[in-house]
């Protein structure tokens, strides 16, 4: 299951982390979100131990969206080593999620 991220847990579970992390930007009131949301979740458990998969509000967490320049949800961003080093804007099939993912593990 994918881990909720807030501004204040950021840094913790997405910068620190040892593993790569996928960051899921989205909102309630967005559909091209709530399209991707079960997508991001069946990645979650697909590399459940190898990646860390979590979400982040936009509207109730706008530090990080707005440290990150986020104009357009959903993105995806995967970071690294506490770098980003890949990203995907708009609903994309979980194939390509996978792909860009497993390229950083």
């Not at 707005?66 to 995806?76: E, F």
Request: charged share 25%; aromatic share 6%.
């Amino acid at each position: 299951m994918a881990v909720e991220i807030t501004d204040q847990s950021f840094q913790e579970l997405v910068l620190n982390s040892d593993k790569p992390v996928l960051v899921d930007f989205w909102a309630v009131w967005c559909g091209p979100c709530r399209m991707l949301g079960p997508i991001v979740e069946e990645v979650a458990a697909d590399f459940e131990g190898r990646a860390i998969v979590g979400k982040v509000d936009v509207d109730n967490n706008q530090q990080v969206s707005i440290d990150y320049g986020i104009r357009n949800i959903p993105t995806i961003l995967i970071f690294k080593n506490g770098e980003v080093v890949d990203k995907i804007v708009g609903v994309a099939p979980k194939e390509t999620i996978a792909e860009k993912l497993s390229a950083h593990l």
